[in-house]
Nanobody, 120 residues
Framework: VQLQASGGGLVQPGGSLRLSCTAS????????MGWYRQAPGKQRELVAQ???????NYADSVKGRFTISREHAKNTVYLQMNSLKPEDTDVYSC???????????????WGKGTLVTVSS
């Protein structure tokens, strides 16, 4: 099982970016999917999370600006980031709780981080 993230880059303050993360491999089911970020020297923090039923959870710092969504058929989670601020600059990593087959082992998987830079 692998997670592949994409969509990072350089954007001006006030701009928008959309991150995508797709899970692939021998997947039986996917529970929560989410995005985390981590700046150098800081702890990783949850940005947004979405359950298999669509229930979402956001960090206070991104509420009203970021939207997380998922496409079950594509095993993909998205993070639409609007009104970006310089303090949103970070490496963003996707996470998913996946049950693989034929082992039916349930565990957390991480994708390689993608850098988001918000600067003029």
């Amino acid at each position: 099982v692998q997670l592949q993230a994409s969509g990072g880059g350089l954007v001006q303050p006030g701009g928008s970016l959309r991150l995508s993360c797709t899970a692939s491999g021998s997947i039986w089911s996917i529970d929560d999917m989410g995005w985390y970020r981590q700046a150098p020297g800081k702890q990783r923090e949850l940005v947004a999370q979405i359950g298999s039923g669509g229930v979402t959870n956001y960090a206070d710092s991104v509420k009203g600006r970021f939207t997380i969504s998922r496409e079950h058929a594509k095993n993909t989670v998205y993070l639409q980031m609007n009104s970006l601020k310089p303090e949103d600059t970070d490496v963003y990593s996707c996470n998913a709780i996946i049950t693989s087959w034929p082992s039916y082992k349930r565990m957390a998987y991480w994708g390689k981080g993608t850098l988001v830079t918000v600067s003029s």
